[in-house]
């Protein structure tokens, strides 16, 4: 039972990975009540499994086919709980999916090589297993949904560790910043309105839209696919472009306007009720020198405020800092690994070598004077002041140091029993077939219904 209570939580995420190109002649696998398990399915997981560059192991195999199973369990009761997943939250779990795999495969023509398939049909394959594994741990947080733990129980989840058997707590550090982009004139804008401009003439004169996209656009997630944004409603996109993708009829095109990201473009192909499909060609405007002088000039006056206390540092930061995430957190920036919720502390191995090359040598409480910057995620030039709020050296953990890293670790735990309580009395009211051929596995012997083991 341990061991099965442990393929919850973050496993899940295995499940929506791709749907198989499926044989006129199939196998199935598995049945869980009113659903099967296709050998393709199956396969395909596998054939992921050896091009992300793991060594051959039919063991991979019995994994992979425990998960499907959990999964379809999990949706065979959010379908008796009347669980669903929005549409666009399968767009945008399918998007980020395709990123991730033309970024490993090293481009979007290469994974159209493995995969004998054009990305979209590759999409349009993949929706089915993406809503099914969306709507799967949707059913995973409801059975969830009450578990909490109380200061007691992590007081006694620590105890139950040896004292020898303490994980080591590396360095951790909390870390402030204001970061300050430059602002374009008007007159400096004009070239990049004006590039857009014509490209979006060459359009009305009968060009495609989605080659000069494809040529044009500088949005990396949309480029690729002819500027195509798929089907989204009106929380989804920046107020400007919400505004004139849900004014066009379809087959409009708008004129360039802008949003933070840059200058628009955008093209309605379809509209369904509240939901809108689209295309765009997005310009961004580049920074100038004499941008980044204004913008280095209004860092320096900050940081003046700052250290001559006229203005603590996380009033700055909710007042010019142009990073949204950590604005209005007094500029804290915050680290998750994705298995715990988000924290101010920050392994220093975590942290961007470009700050902790800042950070290293500052005191506790210090101020750095403003450094340029430029960001990893869209290239953007700028500055950033930053503050060093406190640094916890390397130790054994503790619950004086480190409560919130066990309270989370309790609270998967307990979670993770929950979870396996919860499959133990569904397996035992709900039809699960698996093929023979999987019975030698260890992990499914404990999928094997009656008529299975005469």
Not at 20 to 43: M, R
Not at 141 to 166: G, R
Not at 332 to 347: C, E, G, H, K, V
């Amino acid at each position: 039972m341990k061991k099965f209570l442990l393929l919850t939580g973050a496993l899940i995420c295995l499940f929506i990975n791709v749907n198989a190109q499926k044989p006129n002649l199939d196998k199935v696998v598995a049945v869980v009540g009113s659903n099967i398990i296709l050998l393709s399915d199956l396969n395909q997981q596998y054939a992921i499994y050896l091009n992300q560059g793991n060594p051959p192991d039919n063991n991979a195999k019995c994994y992979f086919l425990q998960q499907m199973l959990i999964q379809k369990l999990l949706k065979q009761q959010a379908e008796i709980d009347s669980i669903i997943v929005e549409e666009n939250q399968v767009d945008d779990e399918l998007d980020k999916k395709m990123r991730y795999q033309i970024q490993r495969m090293g481009g979007q023509e290469r994974l159209e090589q493995f995969l004998q398939k054009s990305v979209l049909q590759y999409k349009d394959e993949m929706r089915p297993d993406i809503k099914e594994g969306l709507i799967a741990q949707k059913m995973q947080a409801k059975i969830n949904e009450n578990t909490s733990v109380t200061p007691l129980d992590v007081k006694k989840y620590f105890e139950t560790y040896n004292k020898d058997s303490l994980p080591d707590i590396g360095t951790e550090v909390e870390v402030g910043e204001i970061a300050l982009y430059p602002k374009l004139t008007k007159a400096e804008k004009q070239r990049f309105y004006d590039k857009l401009d014509a490209i979006r003439l060459r359009v009305k004169s009968g060009e495609d839209f989605s080659f000069l996209a494809k040529t044009y656009s500088e949005d990396p997630g949309s480029a690729s696919e002819g500027g195509d944004l798929g089907f989204f409603d009106r929380a989804q996109m920046a107020k400007e472009f919400t505004a004139w993708a849900f004014k066009l009829k379809a087959g409009e095109m708008s004129p360039v306007f802008e949003t933070d990201f840059g200058y628009h473009v955008l093209q309605v192909i379809e509209r369904r009720g509240e939901q809108v499909h689209a295309r765009h060609i997005l310009v961004r405007p580049v920074t100038t020198p004499a941008s980044l002088e204004r913008v280095k000039l209004k860092a320096d006056s900050i940081y003046n405020d700052i250290v001559s206390k006229k203005l603590p540092f996380f009033t700055a930061a909710a007042t010019y800092s142009d990073n949204k995430e950590t604005q209005y957190n007094g500029g804290m920036m915050l680290y998750s690994d994705n298995q715990t919720a988000r924290t101010t502390f920050i392994p220093v191995e975590k942290l961007d070598p470009s700050v902790f090359v800042v950070i290293d040598t500052m005191k506790i409480g210090a101020i750095s004077k403003p450094v340029s910057f430029t960001s990893q995620q869209d290239g953007k030039e700028g500055y950033k002041i930053f503050m060093l709020k406190s640094k916890i050296p390397p130790h054994k953990g503790n619950l004086d140091q480190d409560y919130p890293k066990f309270k989370e670790s309790a609270l998967k735990e307990k979670e993770a029993k929950v979870i396996s309580e919860w499959f133990e009395k569904r397996k035992e009211t709900t039809y699960i077939r698996v093929d023979e051929e999987f019975l030698t596995c260890e992990e499914l012997k404990l999928w094997a219904s009656k008529e299975n083991k005469k």
